[in-house]
């Protein structure tokens, strides 16, 4: 079954930056677009972007550029995503997802952004 | 970025009853539609992708349909176990705003 686990809940104060990781198993990494979803609590959820692992090619969702980068370590079979520039309302669920169509997600990091 | 405007926002429907979600784009995106489900405190669960094509062991009842810029989601019989947010999404880019479907 394939899996990606994510690393664990963060808090952070406005301006600082976060990066989350999701590491992925029993597929191979560089077969499948990464996908990057976030959700604050009783919110829809929201399309940040998606990353290439094999290529390391990115696509950002025009709310993010300049303060979002994806990136990856294939020998780790690990993405990466990191967001700068933090306020409250960057507090959220971050998910990561395998592919286009999300086949499979990861559990979720909560990132909390409070002075 | 596409915008992607699903309705109702809401619904109410007793067992057994049919299910209509609606999702449309702003521009043509072909059949790169996916729909999910969201239960609380769970990642979302891929229920069609390709706007029509059911994802491996999602139950028949739920069906998809639609190109270019309108769609649809149908559920052919509501169960108790599908209270849960639907949300449409464009392949590899932005979500519907979301439709929280409750039992009556």
């Known amino acids: 079954q394939v899996q990606l686990v994510q690393s664990g809940a963060e808090v952070k104060k406005p301006g600082a930056s976060v990066k989350v990781s999701c590491k992925a198993s029993?597929?191979?990494?560089?077969?499948?677009?990464i996908n990057w979803v976030r959700q604050a609590t009783g919110q829809g959820l929201e399309w940040m972007g998606w990353?290439?692992?094999?290529?390391?090619?990115?696509g950002y969702a025009q709310k993010f550029q300049g303060r979002l980068t994806m990136t990856r370590d294939t020998s780790l079979s690990t993405a990466y995503m990191e967001l700068t520039g933090l306020t409250s309302e960057d507090t959220a669920v971050y998910y990561c997802?395998?592919?286009?169509?999300?086949?499979?997600w990861g559990q979720g990091t909560l990132v909390t952004v409070s002075s | 970025d596409i915008q992607m405007t699903q309705s109702p926002s809401s619904l109410s429907a007793s067992v057994g009853d049919r299910v209509t979600i609606t999702c449309q784009a702003n521009?043509?995106?072909?059949?790169?539609l996916n729909w999910y489900q969201q239960k609380p405190g769970k990642a979302p669960k891929l229920l069609i992708y390709?706007?029509?094509t059911l994802e491996t062991g999602v139950p028949s009842r739920f069906s998809g349909s639609g190109s270019g810029t309108h769609f649809a989601f149908i559920i052919s019989s509501l169960q108790p176990e599908d209270i849960a947010t639907y949300y449409c999404?464009?392949?590899?880019?932005?979500f519907g705003g979301g439709t929280k479907v409750e039992i009556k």
């Open positions: 990353m290439n692992p094999y290529s390391g090619n990115t």
């Open positions: 999404q464009q392949y590899e880019g932005t």
């Open positions: 390709d706007a029509s």
């Open positions: 029993r597929y191979i990494f560089t077969t499948s677009d």
């Open positions: 521009q043509d995106i072909g059949n790169y």
């Open positions: 997802a395998r592919g286009g169509p999300g086949d499979y």
